[in-house]
């Protein structure tokens, strides 16, 4: 029975021990695997000169703002991002971008995609992605409520999988997902409790590297659908407030909610939230138009 129970410790041991020794080479090979964040990825290195506008955040900015109003835009919003990557994103980038003039950050009622909270999958998928794709490590947050033995299980199951890092999401060539002219009153929107000082934390470090180096940082509440503002009567007072408090550290920041805005009726909504592709399209010329860009 001793000499069983050696035979298993010791094969564990090697199982362990192999994994361990290819794991830079399943590193290597998840990141370069053919999905959205390897795309936007590979589009911001390759076009770092290029970019005057930056549309950063989730799903809102991913399907709600049509990169192709604007002079040289590039639409890198990726579904369920939350404002810790964003910040690390602009951080890595906006140093190397030298002809960028202004990055569009989306600021919701929820703070953040309260979805990547409260669901284990959507968590997992943005630790693993930004960690492998994008070299950035994982969200404090996201690891005080992720149990640490399912997402270590989790990690090495997606390095070790031959499907790991399929593509979800196709993008046009300025990184935009259109929802098309579909109209709907559907409701996809899982509050966030607790979420305002991670995102508050995350703007002052987009504010700071965009003031120092000579970028605008444009923050927006995008409008949404009747049905959601009756909902969230109170988002402009408390959005507001927190814009407000990062403008007492960093005035330059611009702020402009558009919630309420009665050029968005629903029939420029696919869902509660997210602007159909007509609808996108309007946001940024507003955008273009409020703040000349």
């Known amino acids: ?3 069983f129970l050696q035979d298993i410790l010791i094969t564990l041991a090697l199982g362990v021990g192999m994994v361990v020794l290819c794991m830079p080479l399943l590193k ?5 695997a053919d999905n959205e964040h390897t795309e936007k990825r590979d589009y911001l290195e390759s076009h770092l000169d290029d970019i005057a506008i930056l549309i950063a955040g989730h799903s809102q900015s991913e ?4 990169p192709w109003v604007f002079d040289s835009a590039y639409n890198m919003a990726i579904t369920a991002r939350i404002s810790h990557y964003d910040a690390e994103l602009l951080v890595k980038y906006v140093p190397r971008m030298p002809n960028l003039k202004a990055v569009i950050y989306p600021l919701i009622c929820e703070y953040e995609p309260g979805t990547v909270f409260l669901k284990d999958d959507w968590r997992e998928n943005n630790l693993y992605n930004y960690r492998f794709y994008w070299g950035i490590d994982e969200a404090p947050m996201l690891m005080d ?3 640490l033995f399912q997402h270590t299980y989790e990690t090495v199951s997606r390095l ?3 499907q790991s890092g399929r593509r979800t999401t196709d993008y046009d060539s300025l990184g935009f997902f259109s929802l098309g002219d579909n109209v709907s009153d559907g409701n996809n929107v899982y509050d966030a ?3 305002e000082p991670l995102v508050t934390e995350s703007l002052l470090k987009m504010v700071k590297v965009c003031n120092e180096h000579g970028v605008r940082l444009i923050v927006v509440t995008m409008p949404c659908n009747s049905t959601y503002r009756a909902n969230h009567t109170d ?3 408390r959005l507001q407030k927190l814009m407000n408090d990062i403008a007492t550290e960093y005035p330059a920041v611009e702020y402009h909610c558009y919630l309420n805005d009665e050029q968005f009726g629903d029939s420029l909504f696919s869902d509660q939230t997210h602007l159909n592709h007509k609808g996108a399209t309007a946001f940024a010329r507003r955008i273009k138009q409020d703040f000349d860009l």
């Open 1 to 3: 029975m001793k000499h």
């Open 28 to 32: 290597l090979h998840a990141q370069q």
């Open 63 to 66: 399907s709600g703002t049509d």
């Open 145 to 147: 409520r992720s149990n």
């Open 160 to 162: 070790l999988s031959l």
């Open 193 to 195: 409790p607790g979420c």
């Open 235 to 237: 988002c402009d007072s």
